[in-house]
Each structure stands twice: as C-alpha cells, then as structure tokens.
Nanobody, 122 residues
Framework: QLQLVESGGGLVQPGGSLRLSCAAS????????IGWFRQAPGKEREWVSC????????LYADSVKGRFSISRDNAENTVYLQMNSLKPEDTAVYYC???????????????WGQGTQVTVSS
C-alpha cells in the first residue's frame, strides 16, 4: 500500500524556520513527483510546492516563493520542505502527496499523508 508520512511540524515564532519531511512507505519515492499542500482552519487546501522525480524541476506558490525550498533525497526515500522566514499566515496542516508530474493541481495527486501541524505564533 502506498503511504506517505509527514513529520517535522511544530510551533515556531514568526521569522523562524522548520524543515518538514515526507517519507514513503511501501514504494520507491523516486518514481513520483511529490507535492506539498497546506490547509488552514476554515480554508480550502492550498498547493505550496512540488518537485519532479529527478529534482530537475521545482515549483512554488507565490505566497512561499523565496522563503520555502523543496528538495528530495531519493536514497533516503524522503522529500523535504525547508521553510524559512515563517509568518503567522503559514499556520496550517501540511500534507505531501505523490503524482506523475510536478503540478499545482491537487486532482493529479494520490497517496496523501496524514499531515503535520505547523503553527507560527509568538
């Protein structure tokens, strides 16, 4: 069964940093593009970033461009989301998911993880 597990969330002050991890279980991650999404309370799920299978292509939402960085370590079967200069509006549950291509469309993704909570607050 394809499964992704997110970790690394927590409480951080504005301006701080966190690194989220997305680990694969039951399949090899390097055959998929991986996307990160987030959902804040009362809001719809929002695409954040994605990375292609070979790391040759990365995309970011305008709201996180220049602050977040996505990377993958296929040997570790893990994708990372480095989040810097965090803002209160980044507070959300963050999810990773697998797709055949790096795209902003959530409809193309499957094997969603359970999510990890990120809270940015002083």
């Amino acid at each position: 069964q394809l499964q992704l597990v997110e970790s690394g969330g927590g409480l951080v002050q504005p301006g701080g940093s966190l690194r989220l991890s997305c680990a694969a279980s039951g399949f090899t991650l390097n055959v998929y593009a991986i996307g990160w999404f987030r959902q804040a309370p009362g809001k719809e799920r929002e695409w954040v970033s994605c990375i292609s299978r070979t790391s040759g292509s990365t995309l970011y939402a305008d709201s996180v461009k220049g602050r977040f960085s996505i990377s993958r370590d296929n040997a570790e079967n893990t994708v990372y989301l480095q989040m810097n200069s965090l803002k209160p509006e980044d507070t959300a549950v963050y999810y990773c998911a697998a797709s055949q291509m790096c795209t902003w469309s959530s409809n193309t993704y499957g094997a969603w993880g359970q999510g990890t909570q990120v809270t940015v607050s002083s």
